[in-house]
Nanobody
Framework: QLQLVESGGGLVQPGGSLRLSCAASRFSLDYYRIGWFRQAPGKEREGVSCISERGGLTNYADSVKGRFTISRDNAKNTVYLQMNNLKPEDTAVYYC????????????????????WGQGTQVTVSA
């Protein structure tokens, strides 16, 4: 059973930083596209960022461009989301997901392009 575990969430003040990690167990992330999504209370899940299998392609939601950076370390079987200059509106549960079928990259910000999901990590940005 493919398992993803997110970590690194927490409470941070506006303007602060967090780095989220998405680690896989029992399989290698090497050949999979990975996405980060978030869901705030009362809102739909939205795509935050995604990264291609080797890391050569990335995509970001307009709301996080210039502040968030996605990266992957296949040797550590982990994908990261570095979040800087956090804002209260970034408060949400953050999920990582695996595209098990290598769908078109231009769909990588859509949740229906992913087959496996972690359980999420809470990020709260508040003074």
């Amino acid at each position: 059973q493919l398992q993803l575990v997110e970590s690194g969430g927490g409470l941070v003040q506006p303007g602060g930083s967090l780095r989220l990690s998405c680690a896989a167990s029992r399989f290698s992330l090497d050949y999979y596209r990975i996405g980060w999504f978030r869901q705030a209370p009362g809102k739909e899940r939205e795509g935050v960022s995604c990264i291609s299998e080797r890391g050569g392609l990335t995509n970001y939601a307009d709301s996080v461009k210039g502040r968030f950076t996605i990266s992957r370390d296949n040797a550590k079987n982990t994908v990261y989301l570095q979040m800087n200059n956090l804002k209260p509106e970034d408060t949400a549960v953050y999920y990582c997901a695996v595209d098990g079928e290598l769908r078109l990259f231009r769909r990588c910000m859509l949740s229906d392009s992913y087959d496996y999901w972690g359980q999420g990590t809470q990020v709260t940005v508040s003074a």
